[in-house]
Structure formats: structure tokens, C-alpha cells
Nanobody, 124 residues
């Protein structure tokens, strides 16, 4: 079992930055893939970014490329999502997830473990 806890969400203005954290505990995640997704009411979870813990491969959704950065801290077993130049359309609940095949790491249905989510609101 893997437990994931997100933190770092909040209310910011357009153009501001936020850093989300996803702290993992339980079974080690160092052999797995960790992803960030976001969801707005009435819509499906949308892929944001993913990181392959072993080897460090990274992928981003086109909508966040160049603005968001995913990274990891091995010692803290934590994955971060640095979000810069935030836009109102980035407003959503952000979730981290773990344990998906890398080749399908942009699919929410492929992940076994999920955090509870953290709200990010960007005002215009």
C-alpha cells in the first residue's frame, strides 16, 4: 500500500506561482511512476505531469509545458509540482497518483493509488 498526501494548494492571482507537494509513505514509490492530475466539477481528471522515479523520465501535458515543473526528493519520498505563470484556467483540484505503467502514465485509470487532492484557485 502507498499513502499519498498533497499539500500546497491555495488562492493566488494570475501570474503567481505555487508549489504542490505529494508526500508518499508506505510501500516505497521509488520503483514506480508518480503523476499529477487535476479535476474541475463535471469533468474527468486531466493529466498534468508525470515522473518515473527510477531513471527520472518526465512528461507534461501541452497545456502546462514551460510553466509547470515536476521533480522529486528521494530523501523525503516527495514529488513536487512547481507551477509558475498560473492562469485562471489552471483552477482545479490537483491530485497526485502513484503506480502506473510508464507507457500509460497520462491515463488516470492506470494509477493504483491517489491522494485526497488539494484545491488551487487562480483569480484573474
Amino acid at each position: 500500500q502507498v499513502q499519498l498526501v498533497e499539500s500546497g494548494g491555495g488562492l493566488v492571482q494570475a501570474g503567481d506561482s505555487l508549489r504542490l507537494s505529494c508526500a508518499a509513505s508506505g510501500r516505497t514509490v521509488t520503483r514506480t511512476t508518480v503523476g499529477w492530475f487535476r479535476q474541475t466539477p463535471g469533468k474527468e481528471r486531466e493529466f498534468v505531469a508525470t515522473l518515473r522515479w527510477s531513471g527520472g523520465s518526465i512528461a507534461y501535458a501541452d497545456s502546462v509545458k514551460g510553466r509547470f515543473t515536476i521533480s522529486r526528493d528521494n530523501a523525503k519520498n516527495t514529488v513536487y509540482l512547481q507551477m509558475n505563470s498560473l492562469k485562471p484556467e489552471d483552477t482545479a483540484v490537483y491530485f497526485c497518483a502513484a503506480n502506473a505503467p510508464w507507457e500509460r502514465a497520462d491515463k488516470a485509470s492506470e494509477y493504483d493509488y491517489w491522494g485526497q487532492g488539494t484545491q488551487v484557485t487562480v483569480s484573474s
